[in-house]
């Protein structure tokens, strides 16, 4: 560090409760404002920190990383997810980066059943219905959905929140089926009641749910391709918490216009924050704007990460949530 207070730049606004013990502890430049930082005033700030604070919405990709001052040693992410961040240049550059796993992991898993509520019992279009003053009363075959309970849920990804999705939907009466790149322990497939399934083509042809809870990495990129999509039965529904760019959106979209597919609840997109129109047109689709880890309580928890992992590595130490260890 080139200051007895390390410089810490953070790219948009975070808790007050945060932001006020940074400001602290460190020499903090925060962006109360919240205006998005361009990619040129990325790189300005990577030439002033020693610290920075970035989020999802910011690209540090390599020609960022290769800019950067020789001062930055810590980029200390405001998320879980570092598919924002391009790894190997930092590593090169001998910059560490941390992240902040585990405290949003219980709030993304509600929202990952709240996706599959919604989409199986239509509550989004019966929401819009009553506010369009359409609705004309209750009617014996009016707005059915489809019972969640004794159906089979087949989770994509079975770590952290993979697990707090399957230990919820067994209270639902879903039967628990998975596929991860690693096979959990025994132990671990006994307590959440889960199968393995060691093939993903297997695995998505025979759900009535999936729900995708892997990071996006180079080897995730597209995991749910055009093909793999197709395998899945025309009464499935699908619901993504996790990137956008895990499934091709271009064809989840046509599945869905053409009912190859029966729903699809999406709190993440491949482009965000753009969204294909197409699928804003579909009733059999619930949308939402990435907010699955946004609770008061998980943004502070975030916050309270992100400065641990600051002041340990300000004071000499190793911070604890190291993204490159725990990639290992
Ligand atoms: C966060 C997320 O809100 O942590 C993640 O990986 O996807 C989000 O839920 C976001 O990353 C904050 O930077």
Avoid at 199 to 226: E, K, R, Y
Wanted: proline share 4%; with cysteine; net charge negative.
């Amino acid at each position: 560090m080139t200051t007895q207070k390390p410089v810490v730049v953070v790219t948009r606004k975070l808790p007050d409760m945060t932001e006020t013990r940074m400001m602290e502890l460190f020499d903090t430049r925060l962006n109360r404002d919240d205006v998005q930082l361009s990619q040129s005033e990325i790189v300005e700030a990577c030439q002033r920190a020693d610290v920075l604070v970035p989020t999802v919405t910011d690209r540090i990709d390599g020609s960022v990383i290769e800019q950067a001052g020789s001062q930055l040693k810590l980029i200390a992410s405001f998320g879980t997810g570092v598919d924002h961040i391009d790894l190997a240049a930092a590593r090169d550059k001998g910059i560490m980066v941390t992240n902040t796993p585990g405290v949003l992991t219980e709030d993304t898993a509600d929202m990952t059943l709240a996706l599959m509520l919604a989409v199986s019992r239509r509550v989004a279009e019966g929401e819009r219905l009553i506010r369009a003053g359409d609705w004309k009363g209750w009617g014996p075959t009016t707005m059915l959905g489809h019972r969640m309970w004794g159906k089979r849920l087949g989770i994509v990804g079975m770590g952290r929140i993979g697990s707090a999705v399957a230990r919820r939907a067994r209270g639902f009466g879903l039967s628990i089926h998975y596929h991860n790149r690693r096979r959990v322990s025994e132990e671990v497939e006994k307590d959440l009641e889960a199968t393995y399934w060691e093939s993903l083509d297997q695995l998505l042809a025979h759900m009535d749910i999936i729900s995708v809870n892997c990071p996006h990495t180079p080897g995730t990129f597209h995991l749910l391709s055009a093909r793999r999509l197709n395998l899945m039965k025309e009464t499935a529904i699908i619901v993504n918490t996790a990137r956008g760019e895990v499934i091709d959106e271009a064809e989840l979209t046509r599945m869905l216009t053409d009912n190859r597919i029966a729903g699809a609840g999406l709190d993440v997109f491949e482009h965000e924050p753009a969204i294909n129109p197409k699928l804003v047109g579909l009733d059999n689709v619930v949308l939402l704007p990435h907010m699955g880890s946004a609770t008061i309580e998980g943004r502070i928890d975030m916050g309270d990460k992100v400065i641990i992992n600051i002041k340990t590595f300000a004071d000499g130490h190793r911070p604890p949530d190291r993204v490159f260890e725990a990639m290992l």
